[in-house]
């Protein structure tokens, strides 16, 4: 029994040891393909690799994003950090693996073989050219070729901030082949989309989505792969920092006109705001780009604001004015009217409440109690209002207007938030 035992382990170690010899190749192989590739076949670089001329050498590109360094939009410069995987045919580059012990790919470095040169055409650096002699092809026994060169892609990007801070940027990357035309040279997508395989999300920018085009033309008739990426701010930090301050700016501005005309303090106070609104529209513009094609709606949404401002400010300096006269002075005609058209509505009003009550007279004593005082305070605003209009003063003139001018403002403004609001949102879809 034993004996059987040992010999069928022996022969079990021989088959695996054959097994072993045959899958290892020696340091020999290896330069004996080197040698077969690029010294007895005379390789040149500068050759495309095909073997008829007059056919293209079919390139193909994938793109992994690995994360979205900058977007700035005051610079129009967009970049990111991605790798491209490159696969091309080398004609040149085959051979027989099983007289090489097997080896059925090689690494070679970018200096010793043909590579489609791929250049950025929106550069926003100098860097445009994505290889470099420290990167490394693959290459399989077949003639496929594999180079993965890894870059920080900084390209130009035509900013638009119309619909600022809740707007959608299309920024692209194109790589063309330059000096070789589309016939000689054919980039292609391999696939629809950039591969988000590692992808780290970006702080500022969400990416939305992506899409890979090959039908432009480079420069001069090369071919050229576009590589787009669509991206929607997070807007968070802006409508914190910006937008909520300017609305409690708005709503601050207008109780300007709430704040008694004794304390002295109005003018301080719509000036300071009026300040504060022109300080927010500089920080706003440091935050855009500086061009007119498209405005950015925010920005006509705080020259709004500072207009009503202005307004307060102008309003506020009359009704002051009108506040200091004398009381003995004469109110023109005009004014009296108006002032009487705009109490009457009191009048009228304490009337219908008092035909109210008088309906609903459930509880007596008190309803009594209280319609009766309603009578007597009725008689004496009807006596204020038939009598004569001496006691129509400035104050109650700019008293009158204070509330005018705090209805009509406070409407301005929310009407100016309510529509910026809508066009942002509508203009950044
Ligand atoms: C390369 O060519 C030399 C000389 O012609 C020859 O001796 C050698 O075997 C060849 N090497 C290979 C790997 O074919
Ligand atoms: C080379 O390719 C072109 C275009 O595909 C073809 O017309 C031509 O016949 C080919 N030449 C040879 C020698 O195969
Ligand atoms: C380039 O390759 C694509 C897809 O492989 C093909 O549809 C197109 O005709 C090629 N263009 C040229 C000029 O060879």
């Not at 099983?98 to 550069?123: A, M």
């Not at 026994?141 to 594999?146: N, S, T, V």
């Not at 892609?153 to 000096?179: H, M, N, R, W």
């Not at 207009?307 to 005009?334: A, C, G, Y």
């Amino acid at each position: 029994m034993k004996k059987i035992i040992l010999i069928i382990l022996s022969i079990c170690f021989i088959v695996v040891g054959c097994f072993i010899s045959s899958g290892s190749a020696s340091i020999n192989d290896a330069y004996k393909i080197h040698e077969a590739l690029f010294v007895n076949n005379s390789y040149n670089r500068n050759i495309r690799p095909v073997w008829n001329q007059s056919q293209a050498v079919q390139v193909h590109l994938y793109m992994f994003i690995k994360s979205i360094q900058e977007f700035d939009e005051v610079n129009e410069k967009f970049s990111f950090i991605a790798a491209l995987r490159v696969v091309w045919y080398d004609y040149l580059l085959q051979w027989d693996s099983s007289l090489y012990s097997g080896i059925n790919e090689i690494t070679v470095s970018y200096d010793d073989l043909w590579v489609p040169e791929l250049t950025l055409s929106s550069p926003s650096s100098r860097s445009a050219s994505i290889g470099k002699s420290t990167d490394r092809v693959r290459v399989k026994a077949h003639g496929e070729c594999e180079w993965i060169p890894a870059a920080l892609i900084e390209s130009t990007c035509s900013v638009d901030v119309k619909g600022y801070p809740f707007d959608t940027q299309t920024c692209s990357a194109s790589y063309v082949s330059l000096g070789y035309k589309i016939h000689e040279v054919n980039l292609t997508a391999a696939i629809p989309t950039v591969s988000l395989m590692g992808y780290q999300p970006n702080a500022l920018w969400d990416l939305i989505g992506s899409k890979v085009t090959t039908e432009a033309i480079g420069y001069g008739g090369e071919s050229e792969v576009s590589f787009t990426f669509f991206m929607k701010r997070k807007s968070a930090f802006v409508v914190v920092n910006i937008i909520l301050p300017i609305f409690f700016l708005s709503i601050l501005n207008v109780l300007v006109f709430v704040l008694v005309p004794e304390s002295g303090e109005r003018m301080g106070y719509c000036i300071t705001t009026l300040l504060a609104i022109a300080v927010y529209m500089t920080i706003v513009s440091d935050m855009l780009p500086k061009n007119s094609e498209p405005m950015p709606v925010i920005s006509y949404k705080l020259m709004v604001d500072l207009l009503i401002s202005s307004l307060i400010v102008l309003v506020t300096i009359l009704n002051m004015r009108m506040w200091n006269r004398e009381d003995n002075e004469t109110v023109p005609k005009m004014l009296k009217v108006l002032y009487k058209i705009l109490s009457c509505r009191k009048c009228r009003n304490s009337g219908k409440n008092q035909i109210h009550t008088d309906n609903n007279n459930k509880v007596e004593v008190i309803s009594i109690n209280k319609s009766t005082k309603k009578n007597i305070n009725n008689d004496d605003d009807d006596a204020t209002d038939n009598g004569d209009d001496d006691d129509i003063t400035w104050k109650r003139i700019s008293h009158m207007f204070d509330m005018v001018a705090l209805v009509s403002f406070t409407a301005m403004s929310v009407i100016s938030c309510v529509v910026y609001i809508i066009v942002a949102k509508l203009s950044a879809n």
